[in-house]
């Protein structure tokens, strides 16, 4: 009898440490094996093999046909449960399906790969530049412009990595965005792309990590964060696309960011890293100056059709005149999209609130709808006539009458998407218009309609901020922003860095080379500085002006942060314990900043209440050590991308 330890695959195995199991045969390390766990079998990888233990063990079930995941995937998860505190059984699951079933295993046959980069269109000077300054490893931050043609320069160093035997890694942040850069990169590759993303089903994420796992030829494998942890063997190349996105952090234990690991990853292959973004993270460049990093910088049209940039119009949206027909939309963006549509183009209209309205009150007494469980306001969606909570997602009836004085006059103000779609078409009447955010049925989302979105067989494009993330729409003739500065009034210190990215990014959908364009920006605060350095693309007078910012007040990247939250019962329970644990904080001698406590963001969910304390150390291992005193029921997120 053999015995192994096993990484066990399970969320319920809050662990630390691999398991112990008996084998009947010998069995290497990476192997992917099936064992029990309490009542349940589930998956697990074996580390390596170890002397008889002096307590009785289980029997692993079986050994899977699969080949040996390889010891660069053991080394990242190695280090993934240093860098990342979180169960074992937590960390271990990124990296196998829920199930491996022999059927799928056994149909898997290899692709006939053909070459097919010859449809590919010829690189343009600065492209040829930018390939020329990467080196052979290493993380490179592109810094590249929207249209000027990053994904081809991807395509290219894919190529290369090819013609080494290596195998390639592309991340998006939006699992909407994999359809546009899938059909790009099976024009170079064909067979050899496949997609990896967490909301595939259960049956397609099993048929394409066996695909990958068992393939003998290098494969390209595109999608979301979750595709890092595909079974390749060699990896040349990693791609972190819109690589400031806050998509690419995640949400739940492993609070993993996708560049961090990425970067790891990288450096045991041996790989090439491009950090891809036409509004890097700041944090990025600076990390990428001081360490003499590759700085790669794009800023020419890769498109030489409509060489200019596209028209820009500022609207006041406290001008009132501006909006004759509807306090939503000014006349001035309704005859720029009359004109669009006249013209056979497509409209792009982005506002970043979801719903029909997100405020709810009494006209008479004041009363406020909100969530029972989390006191937070509900919003209205009309098409439904329901009212909901976007945290907790608590679902009512909407109401005629307030329940506190019995008025009729319900008021709903402050528009969402859904309002928007309906004044639209309103206005609109003849137009095909699409609605995409994250209330849309799977059969809604963008990544089924893609098609139709970028042939241009949609009007009026109308959405939240999937929409400004590298979407390359050739129909698309303007872009309408409806309120520029939602993002601006978060209480956060990144707010206005976000909202640089944001508008930056959705006015980047137009003036691609594609066709002249314009768009048409609304705002309450036309001479805000932050809009200007957008308008002009002044990027690097808003990156040092930021980076003065969070050295004065102390954030990232000037230290490492930790995000940690009590929630108890009471509000008294929960300011207690707070306060009790940031006293003692204060007293270990560790070189920290406590700030805190104070309520959270959403200060009241699902019935209990949650305050936070946010520590600050110029030394990361400080706040691993700080991760290890946390009492019991306290949550933490390690390099948070918001303090919220």
Same mark, same amino acid.
């Given at each position: 009898m053999n015995y192994v330890e096993v990484l066990v695959a399970s969320a319920t195995y809050h662990g630390q440490e691999a398991l112990t199991y008996a084998s009947p045969e010998l069995l290497q390390a990476g192997t992917i094996v099936a064992v029990p766990l309490r009542t349940v079998e589930v998956l697990g990888i074996v580390r390596q093999q170890v002397q008889k233990p002096p307590f009785k063990v289980k029997s692993l079930v079986r050994a899977l046909p699969v080949r040996p995941?390889?010891?660069?995937?053991?080394?990242?998860?190695?280090?993934?449960?240093?860098?990342?505190?979180?169960?074992?059984?937590?960390?271990?699951?990124?990296w196998l399906p829920k199930k491996l079933l022999d059927k799928y295993i056994t149909r898997w046959a290899p692709p006939t790969y053909q070459d097919v980069s010859a449809l590919l269109p010829q690189l343009t000077q600065e492209q040829h530049e930018a390939l020329a300054m990467v080196e052979p490893t290493g993380i490179h931050l592109l810094h590249g412009e929207t249209g000027t043609g990053k994904t081809r320069v991807y395509i290219e160093l894919a190529k290369q990595a090819l013609a080494q035997g290596h195998s390639s890694i592309i991340l998006t942040p939006e699992i909407g965005l994999t359809s546009q850069l899938a059909d790009d990169f099976r024009a170079a590759f064909g067979e050899r792309v496949i997609v990896m993303h967490s909301q595939l089903t259960d049956v397609e994420r099993q048929k394409a990590w066996i695909a990958v796992n068992q393939s003998d030829e290098p494969r390209i494998?595109? &999608?979301?964060?979750?595709?890092?942890?595909?079974?390749?063997?060699?990896?040349?190349?990693?791609?972190?696309?819109?690589?400031? #996105?806050?998509?690419?952090?995640?949400?739940?234990?492993?609070h993993y960011h996708a560049s961090r690991v990425a970067s790891k990853l990288g450096a045991l292959h041996r790989a090439i890293v491009v950090l891809g973004s036409a509004t890097p993270l700041v944090t990025d460049y600076f990390l990428a100056e001081h360490k003499k990093r590759p700085i790669i910088r794009m800023q020419r049209l890769a498109r030489g059709e409509?060489? %200019?940039p596209a028209e820009v119009t500022v609207v006041d949206l406290k001008d009132h005149q501006q909006f004759p027909r509807t306090p939503y939309i000014s006349a001035t963006l309704v005859r720029a999209i009359e004109q669009t549509l006249a013209q056979g183009e497509q409209v792009l209209l982005f506002l970043n609130r979801r719903g029909t309205a997100r405020v709810i009150f009494c006209e008479q007494c004041g009363w406020q709808a909100t969530c029972p469980h989390c006191d937070l306001p509900l919003v209205y969606h009309g098409d439904d006539h329901s009212m909901r909570c976007h945290t907790c997602s608590?679902?009512?009836?909407?109401?005629?009458?307030?329940?506190?004085?019995?008025?009729?006059?319900?008021?709903?103000?402050?528009?969402?998407?859904?309002?928007?779609?309906?004044?639209?078409?309103?206005?609109?009447?003849?137009?095909?218009?699409?609605?995409?955010?994250?209330?849309?049925?799977r059969s809604e989302r963008i990544e089924e309609h893609f098609e139709a979105v970028r042939s241009g067989k949609i009007d009026i494009i109308i959405g939240t901020q999937t929409l400004a993330k590298g979407l390359d729409l050739p129909h698309l003739g303007l872009v309408g922003v409806i309120i520029a500065d939602t993002?601006?009034?978060?209480?956060?210190?990144?707010?206005?860095?976000?909202?640089?990215?944001?508008?930056?990014?959705?006015?980047?959908?137009?003036?691609?080379?594609?066709?002249?364009?314009?768009?048409?920006?609304?705002?309450?605060?036309?001479?805000?500085?932050?809009?200007?350095?957008?308008?002009?693309?002044?990027?690097?007078?808003?990156?040092?002006?930021?980076?003065?910012?969070?050295?004065?007040?102390?954030?990232?990247?000037?230290?490492?942060? %930790?995000?940690?939250?009590?929630?108890?019962?009471? %509000?008294?329970?929960?300011?207690?314990?707070?306060?009790?644990?940031? #006293?003692?904080?204060?007293?270990? &001698?560790?070189?920290?900043?406590? #700030?805190?406590?104070?309520?959270?963001?959403? #200060?009241?969910?699902?019935?209990?209440?949650?305050?936070?304390?946010?520590?600050?150390?110029?030394?990361?291992?400080?706040?691993?050590?700080?991760?290890?005193?946390?009492?019991?029921?306290?949550?933490?997120?390690?390099?948070?991308?918001?303090?919220?």
């Open positions: 995941l390889s010891p660069h995937s053991l080394s990242l998860i190695a280090w993934m449960q240093n860098y990342y505190p979180a169960p074992l059984g937590v960390i271990v699951q990124q494998v595109i &999608g979301a964060r979750s595709a890092l942890f595909s079974p390749l063997k060699k990896i040349g190349l990693i791609v972190v696309d819109e690589a400031h #996105e806050t998509a690419y952090k995640q949400d739940q234990a492993p409509h060489p %200019l608590h679902r009512q009836h909407a109401i005629a009458s307030c329940p506190s004085c019995n008025n009729p006059s319900i008021i709903f103000k402050s528009i969402g998407t859904k309002a928007l779609a309906e004044i639209t078409t309103t206005l609109f009447p003849s137009a095909k218009i699409q609605r995409f955010d994250t209330d849309n049925r993002s601006l009034s978060i209480p956060d210190y990144n707010a206005e860095e976000r909202t640089y990215q944001l508008l930056s990014q959705v006015l980047g959908r137009v003036g691609r080379g594609h066709r002249a364009s314009r768009a048409v920006v609304q705002t309450y605060n036309p001479k805000s500085q932050i809009l200007k350095a957008v308008l002009t693309k002044d990027w690097q007078h808003f990156y040092e002006n930021e980076l003065h910012e969070r050295a004065h007040f102390l954030f990232p990247p000037f230290c490492y942060v %930790l995000k940690t939250a009590c929630r108890r019962a009471t %509000l008294k329970a929960t300011i207690a314990a707070t306060e009790r644990f940031a #006293e003692e904080l204060r007293h270990t &001698g560790l070189k920290i900043r406590v #700030e805190g406590p104070a309520p959270s963001f959403h #200060e009241k969910v699902q019935n209990k209440y949650q305050w936070q304390l946010i520590i600050k150390s110029k030394q990361r291992d400080t706040l691993l050590d700080v991760i290890t005193m946390l009492p019991s029921g306290w949550t933490y997120d390690i390099d948070p991308m918001n303090l919220l």
